[in-house]
T-cell receptor
Framework: DAKTTQPPSMDCAEGRAANLPCNHS???????VYWYRQIHSQGPQYIIH???NNETNEMASLIITEDRKSSTLILPHATLRDTAVYYC?????????????FGIGTKLQVIP | GAVVSQHPSRVICKSGTSVKIECRSL??????MFWYRQFPKQSLMLMAT?????????EQGVEKDKFLINHASLTLSTLTVTSAHPEDSSFYIC?????????????FGEGSRLTVL
């Protein structure tokens, strides 16, 4: 079973910030929060990951609450190409053997 | 970043035939690869975990004799759908974790769409 819960869908106006929430209340101390997105008929694309500190890269920012039970992915200026399903997962960063299960994700629709 | 490539990207086959899908890590070694299946408008469903040099670990409800997984090297894993039927039509996706180095990221292939007639 997936260890995260996300809203099934969200809309965002083009050019505005998209804030996608994720709950992971059972996260373990050594598990990271990862975000991926999937554009129709493609494999998931890595976006960002973090342990407890906020992270930022060229694609997005990741805000993790102090208790690590939830996080928010922020796309600062959403474009139409950001329309996709966004998945939040938790896993350990080392030891590639850990299997990863996906929840339903959040379908983000960026509106012109 | 690291690249995982799948081949073929699309395949159409007749019912009863077998189809092989390859998953390659192009610029890194992957001790472990994962195979997922995705039906329309649904999330990715983990089918099995593939470990180099050993037997794959299948998820509950996935028939190991129907979905044969071979992970013969650190850069290649294959999924063979044997005696395919129309209900096996789906989007199959593999992923791999980089061995050593920075670690952490899980890379996905582009997916392979199987249509069984």
């Amino acid at each position: 079973d997936a260890k995260t819960t996300q809203p099934p869908s969200m809309d965002c106006a083009e050019g505005r910030a998209a804030n996608l929430p994720c709950n992971h209340s059972t996260i373990s101390g050594n598990e990271y929060v990862y975000w991926y997105r999937q554009i129709h008929s493609q494999g998931p694309q890595y976006i960002i990951h973090g342990l407890k500190n906020n992270e930022t890269n060229e694609m997005a920012s990741l805000i993790i609450t102090e208790d690590r039970k939830s996080s928010t992915l922020i796309l600062p200026h959403a474009t139409l190409r950001d329309t996709a399903v966004y998945y939040c997962i938790v896993r350990v960063a080392t030891g590639g053997y850990q299997k990863v299960t996906f929840g339903i994700g959040t379908k983000l629709q960026v509106i012109p | 970043g690291a690249v995982v490539s799948q081949h073929p990207s699309r395949v159409i086959c007749k019912s009863g035939t077998s189809v092989k899908i390859e998953c390659r890590s192009l610029d890194f070694q992957a001790t472990t690869m994962f195979w997922y299946r995705q039906f329309p408008k649904q999330s990715l469903m983990l089918m099995a975990t593939s470990n180099e040099g050993s037997k794959a670990t299948y998820e509950q409800g996935v028939e190991k004799d129907k979905f044969l997984i071979n992970h013969a090297s650190l850069t290649l894993s294959t999924l063979t759908v044997t005696s395919a039927h129309p209900e096996d039509s789906s989007f199959y996706i593999c992923s791999a974790t980089q061995t050593g180095g920075k670690g952490g990221e899980l890379f996905f292939g582009e997916g392979s769409r199987l249509t069984v007639l």
